[in-house]
């Protein structure tokens, strides 16, 4: 049974592979885009965009890049789940939306357990800028400090503002809270501060880690970031290593160049810099952002989700369907995730490997 | 197929061959002349010097903390020419391709990443599996984890120790221990900021001395070929060379490596209150045979600090050039990423540049000293050709030294130096060493029947472009570089050890597992099933 479609309708798999290569050898900058893979998965369509001399992107690279931002340009303190988890008297929860980015990270810091590494205490956690609703949880006492999304950033660097003793333009009243929460914040034997870049820009994330920077001036403080969906910090992590540079990287003078604007998907996409797409959404089938609907696309994702333009080939979803290295958040680490209902749907670096055996020979290897 | 590289000047320490031969090379392994064959491919080597395979004991070229550094400064590593056929990413800046070319092509076949956290032990490999043509190994870090601290506080005995240690390197895949300031990643989660060889890790009372003795202990029980791989404490502290001369006592006269030394042979002299204490560092070394040790030799250049001493790169940020870095508070040791600049007009810098060079030469025996830079630490690797010139040439050193601040020269031994580098003293630091100091049995060596690692370069005055540029490198009896470009790739081995224990140690590790972090301890296997088709492991075998 074949798993590919053409323009909606089924094609063998022999000649979906055979299209797709056809397609991909025939562009003159071809983009391979989406990437939401396991480690494998990156690593094959990583080397398939060198071998194109095309470029690639990630599509929850935004997210990556605005953590990363801070870190190229100021640097960061983090820590693992593992350590907040045991050691973390102070933990500062930064944003709204973190049990949407990280489902389980109330049970994975055992918020409402007793510390165990450098005395056992009760912890104190500190919600600045949840949603509305979201501090409420069950069995844990949040001190929230409320700011709507707008209000965040302000409300942050009053907060460091205070962590440094320096003047804010707050009322009396409410620089005394703050001044409690940041006094909170400097009597904490090791404290963590816990964010999501999808909610954050990159100035929050940097004021956050200004502050983290200044606390560790008298005591212990640091941070456990939430990464990007669609397997977004392991793929980070494997272009690192193979290239160098996170995903935004093309390669089209032979060797891997970095620009977050250049290589954007979407504006490679919308401005017909690229002229055709491989994308790769394994997780969930989630669809390009770009606008631009002409462009040759051949898309690997999950089984049923087949577009109805374009070529499809359907993939296993990793960790579920496959074996598959990923990022885990629970361990900030990679992990083996074990297939929980194999498939005989190919993996993602297999079906890439069958485009990449499909190509003509006048294509360098 | 039968190669003959015929008329080189073979260089083989471990059979005391220094003379003019022919090699022969079959089914990847070195074999005895053939008696009436000829060969299926014949190499004319006169005029070049035959060396087996270099081996780099301790380099940072994989994990985490590598790709924190990687992402902290894309501006450090901007690519510039494309890549040849055959070799994908071959040109890419610091990448794990790169690594694998830039080791092949100047003639080094097997590196040593030493600094592989437990929890970050997959990921490492992960790294390791991109490194092209080259034989990887790993060392594993203990010291600053919660299950050795607490069972030396509870005063557990050192078979458990041992299993302990065993089970740990066994399920990490790597061929020994490493210990990173014993106790002072611990020490700096519970805010001290300094941590001396004899200072009490907070909750758990005991000392660095007591951590890295009983691994040391753990080593020799558990049969692991490799000495206790020690980064000590206070490193790149002024006066530190009192810790260096304490920890050598320390040892007790067992074996120990000692790593990156020059970073620890600093004295207290001068006005700027830093001088070098190289020679009595190597003083010390010549007196206690037990000790090996790598220099972690300071090239004057812009670099990156990498490492999992937390606490000392915590220190190092506010010097950070450019001013930036990483602080990782591990579930052990964590890790730091400080960029920095070795300048030549920095006092401090040359002092360190002059105390490695004392140690190179003033330690006699060089099966007791190795070749590092502790890549990137004090220099990236790409350095060693020119290291390997300074060390060969004592008029090379005295060019360098009259472009050094004039202070520096009243600080340091080095001017008084006159020894020069054979090449088979730097075959013997380069290959006969480090096989014996990692207990590898077929490499580093040019007899019958060792792996064929074999590195050609050709006979120059410029020594530094002698071995930057090897003239052929075969791995496992393949040509991979030829004129020192890399033609093709091949796939590399990983190396590990494989210690017998008493497996009861794993229901008790998966308990505490369970019960701390409420996780399956297998969340951080090293499972084959992952690596497959990255890299395949080889075994060395361990002592018992």
Redesign the interface.
């Known amino acids: 049974m074949s798993n590919a479609t053409l323009d909606g309708k089924s094609i063998s798999s022999e000649d979906a592979y055979q299209l797709a290569a056809k397609i991909l050898q025939a562009a003159r900058f071809p983009l391979v885009a989406g990437l939401g893979a396991d480690?494998a998965g990156a690593?094959a369509a990583i080397?398939l965009a060198?071998?194109l001399r095309g470029a690639f992107d990630h599509l929850a690279s935004r997210d990556s890049l605005a953590d990363?931002e801070v870190?190229?340009?100021?640097?960061?303190?983090?820590?693992?789940p593992?350590?907040a988890?045991?050691?973390a008297d102070v933990v500062l929860l930064v944003g709204p939306g973190l049990p949407t980015y990280w489902p389980g990270i109330f049970?994975?810091l055992?918020l409402d357990k007793d510390t165990?590494?450098?005395?056992e205490t009760k912890r104190r956690v500190i919600w600045i800028g949840p949603k509305r609703g979201e501090a409420k949880v069950e069995g844990l006492e949040i001190e929230t400090i409320p700011a709507t999304e707008a209000e965040l950033p302000g409300m942050l660097a009053a907060l460091r503002a205070r962590v440094g003793g320096r003047p804010v333009a707050l009322s009396a009243a409410a620089a005394k809270k703050l001044d409690a929460h940041a006094q909170t914040l400097k009597a904490a034997?090791?404290g963590v501060a816990v964010w999501a870049a999808a909610g954050l820009d990159a100035l929050i994330v940097e004021m956050l880690q200004g502050m983290i920077g200044e606390l560790?001036a008298t005591?212990?403080f640091?941070g456990v970031p939430i990464g990007g969906r669609s397997g977004a910090t392991g793929v980070?992590?494997?272009s690192?290593?193979?290239?160098?540079?996170?995903p935004r990287t093309g390669f089209g003078?032979?060797?891997?160049?970095?620009d977050v604007w250049r290589f954007e998907a979407s504006r490679l996409v919308d401005s017909g810099e690229a002229d055709a797409a491989l994308w790769i959404s394994a997780y969930d089938g989630e669809t390009p952002p770009w606008e631009s609907a002409d462009i040759p696309l051949v898309t690997l994702g999950p089984a049923g989700a087949a577009t109805k333009r374009g070529l499809y080939i359907a993939v296993g979803k990793p960790g579920e369907s496959y074996?598959a290295?990923e990022f885990?958040q629970?361990?900030s680490?990679?992990?083996?995730r074990r297939a929980t209902a194999p498939t005989e749907l190919p993996t993602v670096a297999q079906a890439i490997e069958a485009i990449n055996a499909r190509f003509s020979e006048d294509l360098?290897? | 197929m039968l190669t003959r590289l015929h008329g080189g000047h073979v260089v083989d320490p471990v059979n005391g061959v220094d003379q003019i031969g022919d090699l022969y090379l079959e089914d990847g392994r070195i074999v005895a002349p053939p008696e009436g064959r000829s060969p299926d491919a014949d190499y004319d080597v006169s005029g070049h010097v035959v060396m087996a395979g270099a081996i780099d004991i301790h380099s940072h070229i994989a994990g985490g903390n590598v790709n924190s550094a990687r992402l902290l400064l894309p501006e450090m590593h901007r690519s510039i020419r494309a890549r040849l056929d055959g070799t994908p990413l071959s040109t890419a800046k610091w990448s794990t391709f790169e690594t694998g070319r830039l080791y092949a092509q100047m003639g080094f076949t097997t590196v040593v990443e030493p600094a592989v956290a437990p929890h970050h032990a997959l990921h490492a490999h992960m790294e390791l599996g991109d490194v092209p043509i080259i034989d990887k190994g790993a060392l594993t870090v203990l010291g600053n984890d919660d299950f050795l601290l607490r069972a030396l506080r509870a005063g557990e005995s050192e078979t458990a120790i041992a299993d302990y240690v065993a089970q740990t390197v066994e399920a990490t895949g790597t061929l020994g221990l490493k210990c990173i300031n014993p106790g002072g990643a611990e020490a700096f989660k519970q805010n001290m900021r300094s941590f001396g060889l004899d200072e009490i890790v907070p909750f758990y009372g005991v000392t660095s001395r007591q951590i890295f003795q009983s691994l040391q202990r753990a080593t020799g029980r558990v049969g692991i070929p490799h000495p206790l791989h020690l980064h000590m404490n206070n490193l790149g502290v002024a006066g530190n060379i009192e810790t260096a001369l304490e920890t050598i006592d320390a040892a007790d006269g067992l074996p120990m490596h000692l790593a990156h030394v020059q970073f620890y042979a600093y004295g207290l002299e001068g006005k700027n209150a830093f001088s070098s204490a190289g020679a009595r560092l190597a003083a010390k070394i010549n007196a206690n045979k037990n000790i090996s040790v790598d220099v972690g030799q300071v090239m004057f250049g812009d670099t990156v600090t990498i490492s999992s001493d937390v606490l000392r790169q915590f220190n190092s940020l506010s010097g950070a050039i450019p001013k930036k870095g990483v602080i990782f508070d591990g579930d052990a040791n964590g890790g730091g990423v400080v960029p920095y600049a070795y300048r030549i007009s920095n006092y401090y810098n040359a002092i360190q540049w002059a105390a490695g060079l004392e140690l190179f030469l003033l330690i006699e025996d060089p099966m007791q000293v190795f070749f590092t830079t502790d890549h990137p630490n004090g220099g990236p690797f790409t350095t060693y050709p020119d290291l390997f010139a300074l060390l060969m040439s004592a008029e090379l050193r005295a060019q360098w030294m009259e472009r050094l601040p004039a202070d520096v020269l009243e600080m340091t031994t080095l001017p008084s130096i006159k020894r020069e580098y054979s090449l088979y003293e730097i075959a013997t630091m380069s290959r006969a060493g480090p096989a014996r100091l990692y207990g590898f049995e077929d490499r580093g060596r040019l007899d019958d029947g060792a792996i064929a690692d074999v590195a050609v370069y050709k006979q120059q005055t410029d020594k530094a472009g002698m071995f930057r540029n090897a003239a052929l490198v075969f791995k496992d009896g393949e040509l991979v570089v030829r004129d020192g470009a890399v033609t093709r790739y091949t796939k590399g081995k990983t190396l590990r050890i494989r210690p017998g224990y008493d497996r009861a140690i794993e229901k008790r590790l998966d308990a505490y597992y369970d019960e701390l972090y409420g996780l399956p301890r297998s969340a951080f296997d090293v499972p084959e099933a992952a690596l497959a088709g990255k890299s395949v492991f080889a075994e060395v075998a361990c002592r018992n």
């Open positions: 480690v690593q080397l060198e071998r990363l870190v190229r340009s100021a640097g960061v303190f983090v820590t693992t593992n350590e988890r045991v050691r049970d994975r055992a165990v590494h450098g005395g034997r090791f560790n005591t212990r640091t980070l992590q494997a690192a290593w193979m290239t160098g540079f996170p003078r032979g060797y891997p160049e970095h074996d290295v885990a629970e361990t680490s990679l992990v083996l360098p290897c």
